[in-house]
């Protein structure tokens, strides 16, 4: 379909065609708990409330510049490495306009990253992924369902290995599964698991750092941690 381009840079078409935007959603651990990363809205709509990091797509813009565009514009992240999740697209999910947002994902470590709202966001903090505070369009939703996926994934990948640092004891692997899954676990159990899986190398003082391989060629047969 055609567009017509109109000196006072604005576009018509001969149908209606839904915006595009990207939204970042980053989280880590902080305080022995899961967080999210949240902007808080400084224009219409739902301005003051909080949201993810994100915004419109460029014309020139492939989908996932835009997501590290508005991440690093609004919050000063960058250098994160975004996957994509899912889109959403209910109607009236926007009250400007009918709205498709594709949204991008990351797990990092809190403390590595230093933030510096700006653009169109007032502020930028983290937040407990479990405990949201009023959050703007359907925000809440999206972040539901990514700790949904979050919750698969640390039972039978190593992704919670991405929270923690790369030598780490069990009680923090523990601590971490834990914060992932929203409930208390053992470091005891946690311990014998990996001694069954075989995947850690014991280090001094009680600590340890997963064999990667070992830990792939185990993920091709079984789950990680079925807590």
């Known amino acids: 379909m055609s567009g017509i381009r109109n000196p006072n840079m604005s576009y018509t078409y001969e149908y209606e065609r839904p915006a595009v935007t990207v939204d970042a959603l980053l989280l880590g651990l902080m305080d022995d708990a899961l967080n999210v990363l949240l902007i808080k809205r400084g224009n219409y709509p739902y301005e003051g409330k909080w949201a993810l990091p994100g915004g419109f797509v ?6 996932e510049d835009a997501a590290a565009r508005e991440l690093r514009e609004e919050t000063g992240v960058s250098g994160v490495a975004l996957k994509q999740f899912r ?3 209910d109607v009236g999910r926007d ?7 594709v949204i991008y994902h990351a797990l990092v470590k809190p403390d590595e990253v230093a933030l510096k709202p700006g653009d169109d966001a007032s502020d930028a903090r983290w937040f407990p992924a479990y405990d949201l505070p009023d959050t703007a369009f359907d925000h809440d939703m999206i972040i539901g369902m990514m700790l949904d996926r979050l919750r698969f994934e640390v039972r039978h990948t190593l992704v919670v290995f ?4 790369e030598v780490f004891t069990m009680e923090q692997l523990a601590g971490a599964l834990g914060a992932c899954l929203n ?10 698991r990996m001694a069954e899986l075989g995947i850690a190398v014991e280090g001094k003082k009680g600590t340890y750092r997963i064999d990667r391989e070992a830990a792939r060629q185990k993920s091709e047969t079984m789950g990680f941690f079925p807590l």
């Open 58 to 63: 460029d014309m020139d813009e492939n989908l």
């Open 162 to 165: 991405d929270l923690l640092p």
């Open 95 to 101: 009250p400007r306009s009918r709205n498709i947002s």
């Open 183 to 192: 409930k208390k676990v053992s470091p005891r159990i946690v311990k014998e």
């Open 87 to 89: 889109a959403f697209g």
